[in-house]
């Protein structure tokens, strides 16, 4: 971008900042200070006209707090009786009623669950009248349901929800410790709307609404989280243990206050806070079983530990968060590749296996969370917070896979390959993955006579890769033996060698390299916020506006080492272990177990002498795939809330200027394939975007709301997409190109739902999103028509026409507490997610977008009497739509009349979990997950082009907990 376009977006950004302030000064002088409360109620006097009525104004401000654990209750709604005077408590339990004419009123404090606290007053002016309240439970229906902690941590979730003026979900800690989630990616798979990639025994990747994870964002206390993807935008949460949070919110619209990169919505994840007036301390220890693994060995055993700690007064609170968690997983897989052969001669192709690859992925993972929060009240309208989080999720991923190569040979009719070109591939990997979380932010929060004000100024940090080496391990057995194959069941091919058994000695090894591969991601920002709340005849509201900037460096690193050997290397010069027969004896081996511990102390220092680097390989390999991203982005909003009887409007817009800095490699090769050389790119842009959003909300009761909303969002492509990378094969033809044009996506979304709240804490939802997307990202091949390259393969990523997404959300949840006896212990959980997509690839035809599932359900029973607490769940995934592929052989395709896509095949979790309380305060817990054994399967056209099984069996894990 050159000097002068630079200049004139400057421009056009300092005008919209201009205007967004002078507006708020505007409506500051106008409503927030020089107009007074109108009264409502006829006990209420203005004051008189000749005198300034800024004198004649109270306040009541204070703080309301749960009787029985003194924790702060957000979200409690304090009213003066009669009037539209009131305000709704923050998360440190403050309020602050302003400019409240002298007289005498009755307050009232509400909040569901608890009782009503009502208590009169009498206010003089100039007068600034401080209150506490504690509102006491009015949960237990009788003397023998013992109402566990969930019903108080969701009714503060609930309220929160009703009182929002946006769409979103909110989850309690003590709501998600009820289910066997250990981490906050398996506890989000519980929400209406969101579905998850399973990912080697637990939840993935988080998609909300139909779209992936790098549609949305992910915040902690509302402060952005970096990204730890190496190519894309997505924040990974796997490693954040769901016992270090103490609510999740999901945002479903976006309200100009928010980022507007939030196509799918927006995860906040609140860290726990002091508590007010007293000491907390929780502990959690346990330990577990992995029937995968199927071992007692303590050494193969899980375990988990987690401890808070904190203090509360009337100035002062810090809350310590600490867990550690390590998981033992063992992932069987079984790949099968497809082609088709014309065995008898009639011209026919029938189907045949090309090849068959178990795989085994044992996998050591453990995860570290700390926390800390401090937070400092001067007074009880001003309050400073100092927040610190770290996550490290750390994998000893190892996998070793065997390639059974039956295309080598020549297919005969009876499933029988031949003429001595069978292959044996062994390949063993070690690939130790971190990733870390880092983020810490500082602010303060001032509830002023005339107006509210917040800033925060914050840091993050995201890290994911390979610290070490990564060593690959690969061996071959070449040209020595034929093949037998069954495919008669087609998702459980059988292979067998014709031929007396392999050995050790006789599979050379024919690759090792080392590979370390990384992504970083550095954001810092700042941002200030000014609220200011008015009241008019009849109706009140809230002028909200605010700025902030956000700085993001990402940046990925790749190189690889390869080897070749003076000598022959063979699997008997390595420690190798028994036989490994995989779903017990079904007729998938790996014939040896291949030792990592062995091989990564000993190799190196056993075989240097034998170790040729390749230099002209090692020069070039992984230059392509590294960049450096930057991107400023400073940006600005102006909203208003505006309450009529039961009507709420909210009305706003952000203006969003981007600019970003792409550096990237272009790697060359000459006509023979011969590495040519390397040269830099730079690239940069800038663009300005503007988001309206309009939300209404209508109260059908003090428990029943209407919702709809009409919103703006975008989607900056992914960091690697945008990268202008240039690789040159001459060789094989293919010119890969990336794009630093794509234009960012766009979404027009619409919103509209129902949602009653009980008084016993509970809920029932139904919801309808619509969202119309333009600037899709897809990847195209094409041929290369004119100009140095004609007739090349170019591969590059484009902007598509368009995408829609569409759907429907209910959910129910509730006690059963008018049962009698027993029985009022009883409770559901329930929710269903319909999701529909369709996007344009630039084919004839339109098709869903990649991960999107058309069905989610959520399933719980629960059980709670005389200290136990019981619940018995299950999460189903419909089968998806993943990608388009071009993986099997055209003459499938050709024969099938359809594209190779790949699909994901549906998946079912039984889970349960129970705990007991023995003592005061002391509970006894269990928790089982993946009962049914449910496996993962990816799929090419149909079931019967069966590409991916894995297996990750049930695991389960005993425990205590205390609370004091």
């Known amino acids: 971008m050159n000097g002068l376009n630079l200049y004139k977006q400057g421009k056009r950004i300092a005008v919209v900042l201009l205007s967004l302030f002078s507006l708020s000064a505007s409506e500051l002088a106008y409503a927030g200070v020089y107009a007074p409360a109108s009264p409502a109620s006829s006990n209420v006097e203005s004051g008189t006209s000749d005198t300034d009525p800024r004198q004649q104004l109270a306040s009541v401000t204070g703080t309301v707090r749960d009787k029985s654990t003194g924790e702060p209750m957000q979200g409690a709604t304090v009213v003066l009786e009669g009037t539209r005077l009131g305000d709704a408590a923050d998360q440190n339990g403050a309020f602050l009623v302003r400019r409240v004419p002298a007289g005498e009123y009755t307050i009232v404090v509400s909040f569901i669950g608890y009782d009503v606290h009502r208590e009169e007053i009498t206010l003089e002016a100039n007068q600034r009248l401080e209150l506490s ?33 946006n769409s979103r979900n909110v989850v309690s800690s003590e709501q998600m410790e009820r289910f066997p989630d250990p981490t906050i990616a398996d506890a989000l798979q519980r929400v209406p709307g969101i579905a998850t990639v399973h990912d080697r025994g637990e939840a993935g990747d988080v998609m909300i609404r139909g779209l992936g994870p790098e549609f949305g964002n992910v915040t902690v206390d509302g402060q952005r989280m970096p990204s730890t993807s190496r190519t894309g935008r997505e924040t990974d949460v796997r490693g954040i243990s769901s016992d270090m949070i103490a609510a999740v919110e999901v945002h479903k619209s976006f309200t100009p206050d928010m980022n507007a990169d939030a196509v799918s919505g ?28 199927n071992s007692f060995s303590p050494a193969d ?80 309208v001003s309050s400073y917070s100092l927040r610190a989080t770290y996550s490290r999720r750390n994998n ?37 993955r971190v990733t870390d979380l880092y983020t810490i932010n500082a602010g303060g929060n001032h509830r002023l006579a005339g107006f509210n004000v917040d800033y925060r100024a914050a840091y993050s940090y995201g890290f994911d890769g390979a610290r070490g080496n990564n060593p690959r391990y690969g061996f071959r057995k070449d040209n020595g033996f034929d093949y037998a194959y069954d495919i008669s069941n087609r998702t459980a091919g059988q292979v067998s060698m014709i031929g007396p058994p392999i050995r050790p000695e006789d599979v050379v090894m024919n690759s090792y390299y080392e590979s370390p591969n990384f992504g970083t991601n550095h954001e810092a920002s700042a941002n200030f916020n000014i609220e200011i709340p008015y009241m008019m005849s009849g109706s009140d509201g809230a002028f909200k506006t605010g700025g902030d900037i956000r700085w993001s460096l990402k940046e990925r690193e790749r190189n690889r080492t390869r080897y070749s050997f003076a000598e022959p290397i063979t699997m008997a010069d390595f420690r190798l272990g028994d036989a490994y027969n995989l779903r017990g004896n079904q007729g998938w081996q790996i014939p040896f177990y291949f030792d990592f511990d062995w091989a990564n102390e000993n190799f190196e220092r056993l075989f240097a002498d034998r170790l040729i680097p390749d230099e002209e390989y090692n020069s070039y390999y992984g230059q392509d795939q590294i960049f450096r991203n930057t991107e400023v982005i400073p940006s600005a909003y102006a909203m208003v809330t505006h309450n009529v009887g039961r009507w709420m409007f909210l009305g706003g817009v952000r203006a969003e200027f981007t600019y970003m800095d792409n550096q990237a490699n272009e790697v060359q090769f000459d006509e023979n394939g011969d590495f040519n050389g390397i040269r830099s790119l730079d690239i940069s842009d800038s663009f300005i975007d503007f988001f309206p959003a309009f939300h209404t909300r209508y109260s059908l009761t003090d428990r029943t709301n209407v919702r709809f909303a009409v919103t703006q969002t975008i989607q900056r492509p992914n960091y690697r997409d945008l990268s202008p990378y240039r690789i040159v094969d001459f060789d094989d033809q293919v010119l890969q190109v990336g794009n630093p044009g794509l234009v960012s996506l766009r979404s027009t979304n619409l919103d509209l739902s129902v949602e009653h709240y009980f008084m016993n804490v509970g809920m029932v939802s139904a919801g309808a999103f619509y969202k119309y997307i333009s600037d899709f990202t897809f990847f195209e091949s094409s041929e290369i028509a004119a100009g140095e390259f004609a007739g090349w393969i170019q591969e590059t990523p484009l902007n598509g026409d368009n995408a829609l997404v569409w759907g429907m959300e209910f959910g129910w949840q509730q006690r059963f507490t008018f049962l009698p006896g027993a029985l009022s212990g009883l409770g559901l959980f329930a929710n269903y997610t319909y999701t529909y997509s369709e996007a344009d690839y630039g084919r004839d035809e339109k098709y869903p977008l990649p991960y999107q599932v058309p069905h989610v359900l959520n399933t719980a029973l629960s059980f709670d009497y005389l200290g136990f607490s019981g619940m018995l769940s299950y999460n189903y995934q419909s089968s998806s739509f993943l990608s388009t592929s071009t993986r099997l052989p055209s003459v499938i395709a050709e024969r099938e009349g359809a594209f190779p896509d790949r699909y994901r095949d549906s998946f079912g979790s039984l889970d349960v979990s129970a705990s007991q309380r023995v003592l005061r305060g002391t509970y006894v817990f269990l928790e089982l997950k993946n009962l049914l054994d449910d496996s993962n399967m990816d799929y090419y056209l149909d079931e019967r082009f069966p590409y991916r099984e894995n297996w990750n069996s049930w695991w389960g894990q005993l425990g205590i907990r205390y609370r004091m």
Do not use: C
């Open 301 to 380: 055993l899980n375990y988990h530990a987690g401890l808070t700690y904190g203090e509360s007064n009337e100035t002062l609170s810090y809350v310590i968060n600490a867990s550690f968690r390590r998981d033992n997983r063992l992932q069987q897989d079984l790949r099968h590749r497809w082609g088709a052969v014309d065995l008898t001669g009639d011209g026919v192709a029938e189907d045949v296996l090309e090849r068959l690859e178990p795989s085994l992925y044992p996998i050591d993972r453990q995860r570290y969370n700390f926390s800390a929060a401090f937070d400092f009240y001067p007074t009880t």
């Open 266 to 293: 927006s995860i906040n994840l609140i860290t726990r806070r002091p508590v007010g007036h007293s000491r907390i301390v929780n502990f959690t220890a346990s330990s577990g079983y992995n029937n995968s693994v």
């Open 396 to 432: 000893e991923n190892t996998r070793i896979r065997v390639t059974n190569r039956l295309d080598r040979g020549t297919y005969l009719p009876g499933g029988i390959t031949t003429g001595e070109r069978g292959r044996f591939d062994y390949n063993a990997r070690w690939d130790p």
């Open 133 to 165: 309240f504690e509102l006491s439970e009015n949960l237990v229906i009788n003397e023998d349901v013992i109402v566990m902690g969930v019903q108080r941590g969701q009714s503060r979730a609930f309220t929160q929800m009703r009182q929002a003026s």
